[in-house]
Structures are given as structure tokens and as C-alpha cells.
């Protein structure tokens, strides 16, 4: 549990202290037809519905965006809150190949969420207030740096 605080409050300073500006983020154009296809997309309405890596994503994504107010959830309570607030995964393929899920929820009327490679469970952009700011993670010490151009 020790080593999940860690990692939860790093991410969270990364976010705060080392995002890129919007305008550079590639993540931008999630929705451009030319550049994503849509693979799926799921509205949560439990953990089951979900491989154990989304799962995570999810508990992840909850944390990120509660933990600097509400402290750390449990998987149970962030379920329940992604859940109530129109919790969605969605997987997206670049025009390159590489895959990205979105993990997005509507704790209020706006979107907030985390961008992750498939393949990994760290985050590449961060949705907040319905906009995609890439998440530079060389900031912080002990979490591996990531560049958006890397990722493609």
C-alpha cells in the first residue's frame, strides 16, 4: 500500500510541476479520425466489465484526480465514483500502431481522466476540465521519464 501512495503522489506532483503546455501535448488529437481509431470503448458500470490492467487504470485515474483533496481510494470507492460520474474507458490506436486508453469521468460537468499507453501503467496526458495536457514525468525522481514524442 506504501509503494501505491508513493507512486500516486508522485504522479500527482509530476502534474503539477512538470506538464507540458497544452498546445504540445499530441494527445490533442485523440479524436482525430486521421491519426486514432477508436479500438472500444466501455461505460463502467463495474470492475468486471474490465481486464485487470484497465481495472487498475481506472483506480489510478480516480486517485490521481481525488488524492491532493480526499486523500488515497480503495478500489471499491473508486469504482463507485467512476462509476456514478459516467466513467468511461475508451482504447485508441495511432495512425503508427502504438495503443493509448482513455480513462475519463465527469465528477461534475467537466471531463477529467488520465492518458495511458496500453501497455504501460503510467500516464502519458492528463485530462482536466475537458483538456488534454501531456504529463512529463522526468520531474520526479523514482517515476520513469516519458516524452509524448517517445510514445509514438
Same mark, same amino acid.
Given at each position: 500500500m506504501f509503494q501505491k501512495k508513493t507512486w500516486i503522489l508522485g504522479?500527482?506532483?509530476?502534474?503539477?510541476a512538470g506538464a507540458q503546455a497544452a498546445e504540445d501535448c499530441l494527445f490533442e488529437s485523440i479524436e482525430d479520425t486521421r491519426q486514432f481509431t477508436q479500438v472500444s470503448s466501455v461505460?463502467?458500470?463495474?470492475?468486471?466489465?474490465?481486464?485487470?490492467?484497465?481495472a487498475q487504470l481506472v483506480v489510478d485515474t480516480v486517485n490521481w484526480n481525488v488524492s491532493s483533496y480526499? %486523500?488515497?481510494?480503495?478500489k471499491e470507492e473508486a469504482f463507485m465514483?467512476?462509476?456514478?460520474?459516467?466513467g468511461y474507458v475508451k482504447?485508441?490506436?495511432?495512425?503508427?500502431g502504438r495503443e493509448f486508453y482513455t480513462v475519463?469521468?465527469?465528477p461534475g460537468d467537466n471531463q477529467y %481522466?488520465?492518458?495511458?499507453?496500453?501497455?504501460?501503467?503510467?500516464?502519458?496526458?492528463e485530462i482536466r476540465d475537458g483538456d488534454i495536457t501531456c504529463v512529463d514525468?522526468?520531474?520526479? %525522481?523514482?517515476?520513469?521519464?516519458?516524452?509524448a514524442e517517445r510514445l509514438f
Amino acid at each position: 500500500m506504501f509503494q501505491k501512495k508513493t507512486w500516486i503522489l508522485g504522479l500527482f506532483l509530476a502534474s503539477s510541476a512538470g506538464a507540458q503546455a497544452a498546445e504540445d501535448c499530441l494527445f490533442e488529437s485523440i479524436e482525430d479520425t486521421r491519426q486514432f481509431t477508436q479500438v472500444s470503448s466501455v461505460q463502467v458500470k463495474n470492475e468486471y466489465q474490465l481486464s485487470d490492467h484497465e481495472a487498475q487504470l481506472v483506480v489510478d485515474t480516480v486517485n490521481w484526480n481525488v488524492s491532493s483533496y480526499s %486523500g488515497i481510494l480503495s478500489k471499491e470507492e473508486a469504482f463507485m465514483s467512476f462509476a456514478q460520474e459516467e466513467g468511461y474507458v475508451k482504447k485508441y490506436r495511432y495512425k503508427s500502431g502504438r495503443e493509448f486508453y482513455t480513462v475519463f469521468y465527469y465528477p461534475g460537468d467537466n471531463q477529467y %481522466g488520465l492518458i495511458f499507453p496500453a501497455d504501460s501503467s503510467l500516464p502519458a496526458a492528463e485530462i482536466r476540465d475537458g483538456d488534454i495536457t501531456c504529463v512529463d514525468l522526468s520531474s520526479s %525522481g523514482d517515476i520513469a521519464s516519458q516524452s509524448a514524442e517517445r510514445l509514438f
